[in-house]
């Protein structure tokens, strides 16, 4: 493969990220079909990675795709006979733009943002299984692979492949409309709606795979969604408490990469380089969430931990016993494993590292496999003085799935404390 094949396919990986919602979104509108959708946007896919090694990158490859993928349809709905019904929507813009020898535009941005918020709230139909309606949603609003799917979700990769094809089934089958649902409907697909949010930014924050350790444009768009659902749900407080916890952690973006853009750890960052304006938002948020006088929720838990840290002046000044309440309460609401392995980094920075490895040590069945967790054990066995069994555990966090950048930072402190200044490769 050449330099050119290489450049030509990391551009599609980049442009499927960045659009692939909006694609689907925009062709769920006019097809009227989830599942037809998302497949015919699959179909572009695959042939901007045929096409475009030898052809090169179109000026707008997110039109580009939705082009092909409006043609397909097209040829999709000559085959079924069912032409006439649709082909309004598409042969006049797609004719315009062969006369011209161009794509069409995407459309108004206002329109296809509101579009992926309808997406959003289909893909969490209450007709889904719960994690069904996680693996959809990540698969067609963020764009993610089902091998990072699977990480996020902490599954297999054919459980992923399998939930989203029964979800995907299920929604056509069930013939569930394009629409944000009604005032009455919506209250019980908000829980899922918040988690899908949150998995977004949270792979725009600290992005699963890949070379870059954040994608603050994932991170916006996530946050973009929350202030639109803010519109359509006012004093919902756990709307608020989402946009003020994406707030308070989104200020951390200039700071949280070095020069070389490797990601830096809490204690590293330069304060000062931290977005106070977004601190003052996310503040703004919290209190907003705090007047409806209901107590905190799940994300309000999260976000009141995100404020000790952005009002902190410095690391080692932060309140890490109010964190660890926090997180007791959060343990006491939704208990969870990884819940239970950030407790442990608060009370070893509380009560020092020799309680929380006994907690993290008890998470290992429930935790295989999980990057963070070895992470975490090694810089307890480095604050510990262990430093060769903290190589040897930082070595087997970097062979583990991850973004590259992560791994770079693993395998450079392995290599710092191993005894004869190297590591084995991963």
Excluded at 403 to 417: G, H, I, Y
């Amino acid at each position: 493969m050449t330099s050119a094949d290489t450049h030509a396919l990391r551009a599609v990986e980049a442009v499927w990220r960045a659009e692939s919602a909006r694609i689907v979104a925009a062709l769920t509108r006019q097809t009227g079909d989830f599942a037809w959708a998302e497949d015919l946007a699959q179909d572009a896919l695959v042939e901007a990675v045929a096409k475009w090694p030898g052809s090169g990158i179109p000026d707008n490859p997110g039109a580009w795709l939705l082009a092909v993928a409006k043609r397909r349809a097209i040829d999709g709905w000559r085959r079924r006979e069912r032409l006439a019904q649709r082909e309004p929507l598409f042969v006049a813009d797609v004719a315009e733009a062969e006369r011209h020898d161009a794509v069409p535009e995407l459309g108004d941005p206002d329109r296809i943002d509101d579009d992926v918020l309808r997406l959003v709230f289909v893909a969490c139909h209450p007709v889904l299984p719960a994690q069904a309606r996680l693996a959809l949603t990540l698969r067609t609003v963020s764009g993610l692979t089902t091998e990072e799917i699977a990480r996020v979700l902490l599954m297999t990769v054919p459980t992923v492949q399998q939930r989203i094809v029964r979800a995907k089934r299920s929604l056509t089958e069930a013939h569930v409309p394009f629409e944000v649902p009604d005032r009455v409907e919506r209250p019980a697909r908000l829980a899922s709606v918040l988690q899908v949010i949150y998995l977004l930014f949270t792979e725009g924050y600290a992005a699963a795979a890949g070379e870059r350790p954040v994608r603050p444009d994932v991170a916006r768009e996530a946050v973009r969604l929350a202030r639109q659902l803010r519109a359509l749900m006012p004093g919902e407080p756990e709307v608020d408490a989402l946009i003020a916890l994406m707030e308070f952690q989104s200020s951390r973006f200039a700071a949280r990469i070095d020069a070389d853009g490797l990601p830096l750890t809490l204690a590293e960052q330069d304060r000062q380089r931290w977005d106070r304006s977004a601190i003052a938002r996310g503040r703004a948020a919290m209190r907003r969430a705090d007047a409806s006088a209901r107590g905190l929720g799940y994300y309000g838990l999260q976000a009141a931990i995100a404020e000790c840290h952005a009002v902190a002046p410095s690391f080692e000044s932060t309140d890490w016993r109010l964190i660890v309440r926090l997180y007791d309460a959060l343990e006491s609401l939704a208990p969870s494993a990884v819940v239970r392995l950030n407790r442990a980094v608060a009370v070893s920075m509380s009560d020092g590292p020799e309680g929380a490895m006994e907690i993290v040590d008890a998470l290992e069945p429930e935790l295989t496999g999980f990057r963070p967790l070895h992470a975490v054990r090694a810089e307890l066995l480095e604050r510990l003085g262990r430093t060769e069994a903290a190589a040897a555990e930082f070595t087997v966090a970097a062979g583990l799935p991850g973004n590259e950048a992560e791994t770079a930072v693993l395998l450079r402190r392995a290599e710092a404390l191993a005894p004869d200044g190297s590591q084995a490769a991963p």
